[in-house]
T-cell receptor, first 113, second 111 residues
Framework: GAVVSQHPSRVICKSGTSVKIECRSLDFQATTMFWYRQFPKKSLMLMATSNEGSKATYEQGVEKDKFLINHASLTLSTLTVTSAHPEDSSFYIC?????????FGQGTRLTVV | KQEVTQIPAALSVPEGENLVLNCSFTDSAIYNLQWFRQDPGKGLTSLLL?????REQTSGRLNASLDKSSGRSTLYIAASQPGDSATYLCAATGRNNDMRFGAGTRLTVKP
């Protein structure tokens, strides 16, 4: 399968600071990037979809000014959680796509204290 | 909006048993359906992908079926092993490549 690298795997930050999460597709070019959020023992919730070079499309209820997505190249996308608050603590997973099969990063556990 | 449901939410079986996990979706206009495995605190590992034109896919001890008309998919695991313990997620992909996930089935295989 395709190789996806997501980091950091874990991050703890103070309330009010910003955190950047990187997602790289190492052996394929991703025309589309999906970002998901997962609460404990819950399913993945789609946050936003981005195409390389275009602005991201956010799902209803997801604040675009809080979750900044950059998809500047076909192999790299970033999710920045701005002015993080404890309620932003969650597991974030990226999914770069080039075809019908979906592959995922290993996820980032964000804890805001 | 597509809704995906998985039953049961949790399942515990003795080693060696065959088992079936169920997935249902409300909108049959899907592009494909994919089954994943997720270990605690980890990302997703793709198990099987069934295109909308296909009825089933097999990989080793795993077999997944798809019935679009009834909005159902099943994942069959043969001769379960303790290493199969994980959460299994199904996801339906729509025409614009957006994936909707079920809440998962948490499987425990006891030695």
């Amino acid at each position: 399968g395709a190789v996806v690298s997501q980091h950091p795997s874990r991050v703890i930050c103070k309330s009010g600071t910003s955190v950047k999460i990187e997602c790289r597709s190492l052996d394929f070019q991703a025309t589309t990037m999906f970002w998901y959020r997962q609460f404990p023992k819950k399913s993945l919730m789609l946050m936003a979809t981005s195409n390389e070079g275009s602005k991201a499309t956010y799902e209803q209820g997801v604040e675009k000014d809080k979750f900044l997505i950059n998809h500047a190249s076909l192999t790299l996308s970033t999710l920045t959680v701005t002015s993080a608050h404890p309620e932003d603590s969650s597991f974030y997973i990226c999914s770069p796509r080039a075809g019908p099969e979906a592959f995922f990063g290993q996820g980032t556990r964000l804890t805001v204290v | 909006k597509q809704e995906v449901t998985q039953i049961p939410a949790a399942l515990s079986v003795p080693e060696g048993e065959n088992l079936v996990l169920n997935c249902s979706f409300t909108d049959s206009a899907i592009y494909n359906l994919q089954w994943f495995r997720q270990d605690p605190g980890k990302g997703l590992t793709s198990l099987l992908l069934i295109q909308s034109s296909q009825r089933e896919q097999t990989s080793g001890r795993l077999n997944a079926s798809l019935d679009k008309s009834s909005g159902r998919s099943t994942l069959y695991i043969a001769a379960s092993q303790p290493g199969d313990s994980a959460t299994y997620l199904c996801a339906a992909t729509g025409r614009n490549n957006d994936m909707r996930f079920g809440a998962g089935t948490r499987l425990t295989v006891k030695p």
